[in-house]
């Protein structure tokens, strides 16, 4: 079709038993190709699977076979330059094959003989799905890498720890930034189960019952790289099961971000002033000049709403569906697509922000208070005999003494701390520096040097290599 012809009016893969034509409102309602037409090369690639197993069961000649096969390429080709653009078609299906027809004509009419637009969309949202996963894990490796990077540089600066917005104890700052990561392996685990989930052939199930062409599915599988036959063609035809847990393990990478840019945003106020954001990831204020506004980090929070929303969205679709295909679904990768999208465009942004921050160590260190060594007081009088619940009350009439004084412990009228227990004061002379008091968390998993430097090693594994198929579709977990 030449530049400013009028595109050829849509072919419908159905209509023989209709008298009328569909009203342009009902159209409207039903057409999905201006969503779906991002599903064009999982379309193509099933179909040229598809041609094979047909020309397998004899319906195809080896020169028809090729024939189609070639005009495939050629449809593909039209399409990765945008003809879908301006596109009539009711969707992707319908699309693909009006522009074979075009190709290679009335042979075209073979290409669906013993499949349905039921069994394809399931085939091709999986492959999607299992392109997307592949592509969230790359992006969620990427940033778990910085967020340890700026980690193993961080190892020795010392800030306060945090419950409840109040400072806890002393730790270190990687110890903080891994906190996000390991987050983010447990994100990795869940997409490799995502993609083990969706790794099932639909193809050859035809609308429900099964085709009733002599398919060899198997060959159908290992084709396109599925893990496995679907048991039942009623089920995997309006199974969206996958689609769910895709858009859960989305959710909850949403939510990671989420807390990630919670706790930078703080970090990042005049307030903390614990860390800077570069420029390239703040944005100013339309009145205030002096504003630093950490905009990346907002809209990350903002983002998790958004995704989570999708998730509601397809669970409340779902619910109450009978087996089988029905049209409700084609609403599932509206909030799929969006969900995506939505991380792909984050993702990147948040990683940029964690390259580029800068931390302010002077300020981290003058939030260090003496209050912060209160259970290493209760520590020690433990580690005398005293039961902790009795040192817990001991340590806190210390804390409280100080606070009305306004001193730290160390200032504090030797004393009056004897007088609350006679152990105290030798042990406030031994409390030592802040490093001291982080080294005490020594135990797996602690804030010591040692335990940070083993989660450092953990993690980089954990993050090591990519979500693959195994000889024969199993799905290797990260």
Same mark, same amino acid.
């Given at each position: ?24 409102? #009902?159209?409207r ?22 041609? /094979? ?22 449809? #593909? ?23 074979? !027809? ?6 075209? @009419?073979?290409?669906?003989? @013993? ?15 299992? +392109?997307?996963? #592949? ?7 990427? &940033?778990?890498?910085?967020?340890? +990077? ?14 409840? @917005?109040?400072?806890a104890q002393?730790?270190r700052w990687?110890?903080?930034?891994l ?33 009733? $062409?002599?398919?060899?599915r ?7 790289? !599925?893990?496995?036959? /679907?048991? =039942?063609?009623?089920?995997?035809? %309006? ?37 800077? &954001? ?10 205030l000049?002096?504003k ?20 509601? %969205? ?13 049209? +409700? ?7 799929? !697509?969006?969900?995506? +999208? ?11 922000? $964690? ?40 340590? @806190? ?11 730290? !412990? %160390? ?8 007088a ?27 804030? =010591?040097? /040692?335990s940070?430097?083993?989660? $450092? ?17 199993? $799905?290797?977990?990260?």
């Amino acid at each position: 079709m030449t530049d400013g012809a009028t595109p050829p009016p849509p072919r419908r893969l159905w209509g023989g038993r209709f008298a009328g034509s569909l009203d342009e409102t #009902a159209d409207r309602l039903n057409r999905s190709l201006p969503l779906d037409q991002r599903l064009w090369p999982q379309d193509v690639r099933a179909a040229r699977a598809w041609v /094979a197993a047909l020309r397998g069961a004899g319906v195809l000649t080896a020169s028809e076979a090729r024939t189609i096969a070639a005009g495939l390429n050629r449809v #593909a080709a039209r399409l990765d330059g945008g003809v879908a653009a301006d596109a009539p078609d009711e969707d992707v299906h319908t699309l693909v094959e009006r522009l074979l !027809f075009e190709e290679v004509g009335e042979l075209a @009419g073979k290409l669906n003989t @013993g499949r349905s637009r039921n069994d394809q969309v399931a085939t091709d949202l999986r492959l999607w799905c299992l +392109d997307a996963v #592949a592509e969230v894990d790359r992006e969620v490796t990427a &940033l778990g890498i910085a967020l340890i +990077d700026r980690a193993e540089h961080g190892i020795d600066l010392l800030l306060p720890g945090y419950t409840h @917005g109040q400072r806890a104890q002393p730790v270190r700052w990687a110890y903080v930034l891994l906190a996000h990561v390991w987050p983010l392996a447990r994100d990795r685990h869940r997409l490799g189960a995502v993609a083990d989930g969706a790794s099932e052939l639909p193809l050859g199930a035809g609308a429900l019952a099964g085709s009733g $062409i002599a398919i060899d599915r198997e060959k159908l599988r290992t084709a396109l790289g !599925f893990a496995r036959i /679907a048991g =039942s063609s009623l089920d995997v035809t %309006g199974d969206r099961d996958f689609v769910a847990e895709f858009l859960f393990a989305l959710a909850m990478i949403a939510l990671h971000l989420s807390r990630l840019g919670g706790e930078l945003i703080n970090y990042a106020s005049s307030e903390y002033g614990f860390v800077r &954001l570069a420029d390239g990831y703040s944005t100013g204020s339309s009145l205030l000049p002096q504003k630093r506004n950490p905009d990346v980090l907002e809209l990350a929070r903002a983002k998790s709403a958004r995704v989570t929303s999708g998730l509601t %969205g397809l669970m409340t679709l779902l619910r109450g569906l009978p087996s089988g295909y029905s049209k +409700d679904l084609q609403e599932d990768k509206t909030y799929l !697509f969006d969900a995506v +999208d939505t991380l792909l465009a984050t993702l990147p942004a948040v990683r940029g922000a $964690i390259e580029t921050l800068t931390t302010c160590p002077e300020r981290m260190a003058a939030a260090l208070d003496g209050g912060l060594m209160a259970t290493d007081l209760a520590d020690g009088l433990v580690a005398s005999g005293v039961p902790f619940r009795e040192a817990h009350e001991l340590v @806190g009439r210390v804390v409280r003494l100080a606070e009305e004084r306004g001193l730290t !412990f %160390g200032a504090l009228p030797a004393h009056e701390v004897t007088a609350i227990h006679p152990l105290l004061q030798g042990l406030v002379a031994s409390l030592g520096s802040w490093e001291h008091s982080v080294e005490r968390r020594a135990t797996p998993g602690g804030s =010591s040097r /040692a335990s940070v430097a083993r989660q $450092i090693e953990v993690l980089r594994s954990a993050l090591a290599g990519q979500l693959r198929q195994a000889p024969g579709g199993q $799905i290797v977990l990260p």
